[in-house]
Structure formats: C-alpha cells, structure tokens
C-alpha cells in the first residue's frame, strides 16, 4: 500500500481539496485545516466570514469566530428572536431577504454578552420598540380578523404604495377580503 493513502486521516487533509498536509494548518477563523492554496477565507469560502459584509460597522471590530449575531431589518421592523453564531444569522439573514423580500437595510448586529446592566435594558428597550413598530407596520400577509375590513384594504393599499406588493397581489387580496363580507 502507498505511504500516502495508510497516512491519509481526517485529521491531516484538506478539508476543500483532500490533499494530504505536512502539517496541516488551521483556518484561524472556523478552525477547519486547509493546504497552503484553500487557507484564504475566500478560497474555502469561510463559514465565519461569509457573511462578514452584513456586519453592522461599529467602533469595535466585531468577532466571527466567538460572537453572536441577529438580525436586524429597518425595511419590515424584523429583528431575530435570539443571537445565534455569525454562520446562523447570515442564513437567517438570507433567509429573510429571500422569503420577505428586504433586500436594503438589513445587517447583522453583534450582541456583546459582556454588557453591563445597563446596556443591556439599553437594547432591550430598542428591541422592543423595534417590535412595536413592526407590529404597527405589519406585513402584507398579516392580515389580523380583529381588524375590519375596510381597515385592512386601506393597509393594503399603504402597502402597495410603499412597493412592497405589486398591483396583481393588491387586487387579489382585496378581492379576498371582499369575498368575507359576503
């Protein structure tokens, strides 16, 4: 048998290619081992800094490796239930972005646990005024029965003025909503 394949474990290839490494080294952002051509976090296409451009810019370099991150929407009011890892929040953010339709101010926001008490009443306080207005801004599809509705047409057109349902999804919810009158 060749030296090369008794040799070959998972613990000394690379992870992107399978080449054998002698030594391996570690990607210093997800800890994975890569050759000397996919140890660039572009070239393995990091699960750390993938989505590192969404990153809120603050005075404080944020960190990928360890920190927590939600998002944050300004367009919708939607802002993640609960910090989760950077990889996690940029498939969320994705997510959002894909299934809503935000495509412009939506970032990932690093939450600090290290905050003092202050801080945090700080940004719980946003948190929830945050989720005040999107409850008062409400999206399309929420369509509450409590509301009349007359009401809820008149939110649909708000929307439809804003561009965030075309005229065939107008008239196709107001027809709807006319259909449980009668």
Known sequence: MNQTQTNRTLANVCLFCNQVLNPPTMCRYC?????????????????????????????????????????????????????????????????????????????????????????????????????????SVSSPTDMSSNDSVVEQILRLSTFKEKGMISDEEFNFIKKELIKRLK
């Open 31 to 135: 800890g994975f081992k890569f050759c000397d051509e996919h140890l660039s976090s572009e070239s393995h296409q990091c699960i750390k800094t993938r989505y590192s451009e969404y990153i809120k810019k603050t005075d404080n370099p944020p960190n990928v490796i360890n920190g927590k991150f939600r998002v944050v929407c300004n367009v919708c009011g939607f802002v993640s239930k609960k910090p989760t890892p950077i990889e996690y929040a940029g498939e969320e953010l994705i997510q959002h972005t894909q299934m809503i339709g935000c495509s412009q101010n939506i970032y990932l926001e690093e939450i600090n646990p290290e905050l003092n008490d202050a801080e945090k009443i700080r940004i719980k306080s946003n948190t929830e005024s945050e989720s005040i207005k999107a409850k």
